[in-house]
């Protein structure tokens, strides 16, 4: 079955020190991966994606993240965390075939100043 | 400013009553969507549009209906509102010709709607 995962509900870390928030998919043929951030009571925001090309994809607000093939991972990274960084964080993938779009079930960030 | 809008934000009414949620977009997407959100932060897809007249049933079944009569307008009904409808309701637009293509989606801010 496609899908894509999130095995962290929670992540905390300090901030100034790296974060990380897994993502690993499955689905048929090459992905288009997708990281999005929703701070309370507001919308999904873009943050990045990767459709082809480097594997190492920058995004909004210092965010990188890095689609392996072997693994099928897209983890979410930034160098050194800051408190505003706290939200919840969507992973996303679509299959470069059909019409089926897959959300993670999204893990909660904070950074503890 | 190209823009995606949603109102009301919050809304709390009682059981049985009729609502519409407005969704609004200035960018010309064709294309548009509805999601409902868990308290526990899942999101499922519970309709689409490929443009205007063009309305599909998602993911997760729904008692609402939608309609597109105009590229920037996607009202999603609730008929007859029940408790278990409460739940945070998001837009969404993209630009493409397919349906989830490569573009990114575009979010509202939601509406929090709460029957009791």
């Known amino acids: 079955a496609q899908s894509v995962a999130q095995p962290e509900d929670q992540v905390n870390v300090a901030e100034g020190n790296p974060l990380t928030v897994k993502c690993t998919y499955s689905?048929?043929?090459?992905?288009?991966l997708f990281w999005y951030v929703q701070y309370p009571n507001r919308g999904l925001q873009f943050l990045l994606k990767y459709i082809t090309g480097d594997n190492l994809v920058k995004g909004s607000y210092g965010f990188e993240a890095e689609f392996n093939k072997s693994q099928t991972s897209f983890h979410l990274k930034k160098p050194s965390a800051l408190v505003s960084d706290s939200a919840l964080y969507f992973c996303a993938v679509r299959a470069t075939t059909g019409n089926q779009f897959y959300f993670g079930t999204g893990t909660s960030l904070t950074v503890i100043p | 400013e190209a823009d995606i809008y949603q109102t009301p934000r919050y809304l709390v009414i009682g059981t049985g009553k009729k609502i519409t949620l407005e969704c609004s977009q200035t960018m010309g997407h064709d294309k548009m969507y509805w999601y409902q959100q868990d308290p526990g932060m899942e999101l499922h897809l519970i309709h689409y549009?490929?443009?205007?007249?063009?309305?599909e049933k998602g993911d997760l079944s729904s008692e609402s209906t939608v309609s597109r009569i105009r590229t920037e307008h996607f009202p999603l009904t609730l008929e007859s509102a029940r408790p278990s409808h409460t739940s945070q309701y998001l837009c969404?637009?993209?630009?493409?010709?397919?349906?989830?293509?490569?573009?990114?989606?575009?979010f509202g801010p939601g509406t929090r709607l709460t029957v009791l």
């Open positions: 969404a637009s993209s630009a493409g010709v397919q349906l989830f293509s490569y573009n990114e989606q575009f």
């Open positions: 549009s490929y443009g205007v007249n063009s309305t």
């Open positions: 689905v048929s043929g090459n992905p288009y």
